[in-house]
């Protein structure tokens, strides 16, 4: 599966984005789907996963309350709204899947990457 994320931008504190990550091919309800974030300098952080089905759902403390992921299997296409956001939220964000039972807050495990889209927050 090929992804494409998408709906970075620049925002002050405060303020919502919504990222979006499009998969090619037909299998997309196959996988159980995540986002990650990497900021300069620091490795790459778990933010989020959603099951195939979008009944599961888990989030790193840091968007807990804040961002929400989600999923349209018909567009095969996974989201994540972002509100209340921060400066230490400034990252290059990346989707990815993974073809398991169940997603994970472990980067290695995921078997494809999006390209990343780059969320600048402004203080």
């Known amino acids: 599966v090929q992804l494409q994320a998408s709906g970075g931008g620049s925002v002050q504190a405060g303020g919502s984005l919504r990222l979006s990550c499009a998969a090619s091919?037909?299998?997309?309800?196959?996988?159980?789907m995540g986002w990650f974030r990497q900021a300069p300098g620091k490795e790459r952080e778990f933010v989020a996963t959603?099951?195939?089905?979008?009944?599961?759902?888990y989030y790193a403390d840091s968007a807990k309350g804040r961002f929400t992921i989600s999923r349209d299997n018909a567009k095969s296409t996974v989201y994540l709204q972002m509100n209340s956001l921060k400066p230490e939220d400034t990252a290059v964000y990346y989707c990815?899947?993974?073809?398991?039972?169940?997603?994970?807050?472990?980067?290695?495990?995921?078997?494809?990457w999006g390209q990343g889209t780059l969320v600048t927050v402004s203080s």
């Open positions: 990815a899947a993974i073809l398991a039972e169940y997603g994970s807050s472990r980067y290695s495990a995921y078997d494809y």
């Open positions: 959603i099951g195939k089905s979008g009944d599961r759902t």
């Open positions: 091919g037909r299998t997309f309800s196959r996988y159980n």
